[in-house]
């Protein structure tokens, strides 16, 4: 199975700072890359799809890309409520699988 | 607008059995594949099992084929996951996921439900 590999484990910015996330395939994926972040106690939302297509109701502020084995989450200008924690997810190769997730803190 | 309700959950022996349900309304339940995806305590997401529109089509995850069956009642909106001789590995929120549009599966899962938490105790 496709390994996702997500850098750095976590990553410690001040609000209106610019985040910078990581995701790596352990082959190549094409375009086919999703981003979703997660808050405490919620279930995960979808952010980006197609590796850089923003998801519905999703704030310009987030922008992914990459394609083949390297891609990029970037939050241009943190809000408060964007501390959470990040996964990364093929659906390429067979079976779809997520990466362990960043988790972005003050 | 879209739902996912999960239902279920609870603590359970090892080697026992438990059956996840998973409510769908808002949208046409016999148009979508639908799928369920775990987490356990502090860790990541691991797809498990994904069952066609039609119910014709079903694929498991390996650490769970075998033991985990996926079904759905179209009749009450309804997704299953029947789990069969449960390990502690399998101590886990499992959520239910919609794929993004209608017949095939695009791969992404765009909306989740609550989750529902399962405990396999030793």
């Known amino acids: 199975e496709t390994m996702m590999t997500q850098s750095p484990a976590t990553l410690s910015v001040s609000p209106g700072e610019r985040a910078t996330l990581f995701c790596r395939a352990s082959?190549?994926?094409?375009?086919?890359f999703a981003w979703y972040v997660q808050k405490p106690g919620q279930a995960p939302r979808l952010l980006i799809y197609?590796?850089?297509t923003r998801a519905t109701g999703i704030p310009t502020r987030f922008s992914g890309s990459g394609s083949g084995t390297e891609f990029t989450l970037t939050i241009s200008s943190l809000q408060s409520e964007d501390f959470a924690v990040y996964f990364c997810?093929?659906?390429?190769?067979?079976?779809?699988?997520f990466g362990q997730g960043t988790k972005v803190d003050i | 607008q879209v739902q996912l309700v999960e239902s279920g959950g609870g603590v359970v022996q090892s080697g026992r059995s438990l059956r996840l349900s998973c409510a769908g309304s808002?949208?046409?339940?016999?148009?979508?594949?639908l799928h369920w995806v775990r987490q356990a305590p502090g860790k990541g997401l691991e797809w498990v099992a994904r069952?066609?529109?039609?119910?014709?089509?079903?694929y498991y995850a390996d650490s769970v084929r075998g033991r985990f069956s996926i079904s759905r009642d179209t009749s009450k909106n309804t997704v299953y996951l029947q789990m069969n001789s449960l390990g502690p590995e399998d101590t886990a929120k499992y959520y239910c996921?919609?794929?993004?549009?209608?017949?095939?599966?695009?791969?992404?899962?765009?909306?989740w439900g609550l989750g529902t938490l399962v405990i396999v105790s030793s």
């Open positions: 996921t919609r794929d993004q549009s209608p017949g095939y599966s695009r791969g992404w899962f765009p909306y």
């Open positions: 808002g949208f046409t339940f016999s148009r979508y594949t």
């Open positions: 069952v066609s529109f039609d119910g014709s089509k079903k």
């Open positions: 082959q190549s994926v094409s375009t086919n």
């Open positions: 197609s590796a850089s």
């Open positions: 997810q093929q659906y390429d190769n067979w079976p779809p699988t």
